[in-house]
């Protein structure tokens, strides 16, 4: 099992640049796909980015590719979300999520992928 605790987010302009951070505890963090997942006031959660369990892989919403980069460090047990050029739109929730163990990870770019939530880190982006 993993927790995972998001950090990061904040107000910012658009044409800013955020970095998200999600550390994740329990062991062999190496061995999950993780993902990054955000939800809109109002809308449901959605699909961000994914990043394989040695990073040789990575997928992107078309929203965001781009503009956004997935990337971990497995000897910090920790993955980001660089986010440059942020829009209003870009306004949401955004939530760390990790797949069940040795899991590929294009399943995490799937409805029901994921199996472990942190609780989130709102980013607004507005002037």
């Known amino acids: 099992q993993v927790q995972l605790v998001e950090s990061g987010g904040g107000l910012v302009q658009p044409g800013a640049s955020l970095i998200l951070s999600c550390a994740a505890s329990g062991r062999a963090f190496s061995t999950y796909p993780m993902a990054w997942f955000r939800q809109a006031p109002g809308k449901v959660r959605v699909f961000v980015a994914a990043i394989s369990r040695d990073s040789d892989s990575t997928f992107y919403a078309e929203a965001v590719k781009g503009r956004f980069t997935i990337s971990r460090d497995n000897g910090k047990n920790t993955v980001y979300l660089q986010m440059i050029s942020l829009k209003p739109e870009d306004t949401a929730d955004y939530y760390c999520?990790?797949?069940?163990?040795?899991?590929?990870?294009?399943?995490?770019?799937?409805?029901?992928?994921?199996?472990?939530w942190g609780q989130g880190t709102q980013v607004t982006v507005s002037s």
């Open positions: 999520a990790a797949g069940p163990q040795y899991q590929g990870v294009v399943r995490m770019t799937m409805p029901g992928g994921a199996m472990y």
